[in-house]
Each structure stands twice: as C-alpha cells, then as structure tokens.
C-alpha cells in the first residue's frame, strides 16, 4: 500500500525491485535496424522523421553533426511513451534520469567551449549593447543562468511528465467513488491519455532543441570574437 501519492513513482518502493530501470533500454528495442527489418510504412516514417529532425538541428547548430541530438530526442521520447502503458515504470519522469542526461551534455559542452573558444565564451556573458555601469551586473547573471541550465533541462522534464500521471492517478481512484459520473471520467481519461501523448513528443523534442542550442552557443563565431576583441 502507498504511504502517499508520489510513492507511486518511487522505483524503490514499487513492486519493492529494481528492474524498474529496465524500461529505459526497452526503449532502444522499439527503434528499428534498416539492416534486418524489410523496409515498410514504419520504417519509412521512421526515415521521415529522421530527416526531418536532421534538418532542424542542422539549421540550430549550424553543423551537419546532428545524430547525437536525434539519438537523444528518440531516447527520451521511447521512455515518455512506454511510461503511458499500465505497469510500466516512467524513467523520464525522476530527476535521477533527466539529470543524467543534462549535467553531461552541458558539461561537455562547457568544457569544450571554456578551452577551444575562450574569447566566445567571455563575449557571451556580456550581451550586446550593455552599458558600461551594468556589465559587472549581467556579467553575475549570465553566470548564473548558464550555470542553471542543466537544472532546468532536468526539471522541465520531470515536471511535464509527472503531472499527467498524477491528474490520471488521481482521477482513478476517485472512480469507484463516481458510479454515476463513470463514462464521463472515461471520456476525461482518454482526452488525458491523448494530452499525455503530445507532451511526450513535445517535452522530448524541446530537450533535444535546447540542448543543441546550447552546443550551438559554444561554437566559433569570427564576428562575436571581434567584438569582443574591440571592447
């Protein structure tokens, strides 16, 4: 029995196992192999969605080296979907997983940028046309919200995730109490399932945006090192 509702969402307490983790790499089953699977309406959707991705994150980045992005956007969008099935353990939906994922891409990227492009990276925490008098000030803030952002990639994930299971929980158990009022729950618990299924696809695909947007930011630009040379 649940001590309380978030309970629910504890690998440590549910089913008292740790296999619960398992539906990470499930997920990586569901992706298809153009090597042994004979090429069908599935995988042909699958090669649509592969260029259609390829091209947006080619334009953010600015580079053609997008499968890194695209592993991720998949990655996540398996587990927010499999979590949507009965007795399946939503991994996207803990800071333990999101944050495994944040941390060391923002990391990576920081590193790289702070010891190949250290002139970009300096020109980055003064925006352009700061006044003399507040640079020291926006200096701090954009310190602080680059050193933020892991925090909030995790966060806005496990939020978006966890909250649909908690309205379809709470939903469920007061059913038994609603004999009367039965099939409009119903209709409310598909319209949440579909509402589920498009914040899977959108939290997925705004993880992968914004963590290409944040590799883009540490790249060379010639004009930013300029400006920042004729400060």
Not at 75 to 92: E, K
Not at 100 to 127: D, E, Q
Not at 185 to 211: H, K, M, N, P, T
Request: charged share 5%; glycine share 4%.
């Amino acid at each position: 029995m649940m001590s309380n509702l978030f309970s629910s969402f504890d690998p440590s307490t549910s089913l008292n196992s740790s296999l619960n983790w398992i539906s990470s790499m499930i997920s990586i089953l569901l992706i298809p192999s153009l090597f042994w699977i004979i090429p069908n309406r599935y995988t042909l959707m699958f090669s649509m969605i592969l260029n259609f991705l390829h091209k947006e994150f080619k334009t953010l980045t600015k580079t053609s080296n997008t499968l890194i992005f695209i592993a991720l956007f998949f990655f996540i969008l398996m587990n927010n979907f499999l979590g949507l099935f009965p007795y399946i353990f939503t991994s996207s939906s803990h800071m333990v997983f999101s944050l495994t994922l944040a941390l060391p891409l923002w990391l990576s990227f920081m590193i790289y940028g702070w010891l190949n492009n250290t002139y970009h990276m300096l020109s980055h925490l003064v925006p352009q046309g700061t006044p003399p008098m507040l640079m020291s000030f926006m200096v701090c803030i954009e310190t602080i919200s680059n050193l933020i952002r892991p925090g909030t990639l995790a966060i806005r994930l496990m939020a978006n995730m966890i909250a649909g299971h908690l309205l379809m929980t709470l939903l469920g158990n007061t059913g038994p109490m609603m004999n009367f009022l039965i099939s409009i729950l119903l209709i409310v618990q598909i319209l949440l399932i579909i509402l589920e299924s498009a914040v899977a696809i959108i939290q997925s695909y705004v993880f992968a945006v914004l963590s290409s947007l944040y590799s883009s930011e540490v790249n060379y630009d010639k004009k930013s090192s300029i400006s920042f040379s004729s400060l």
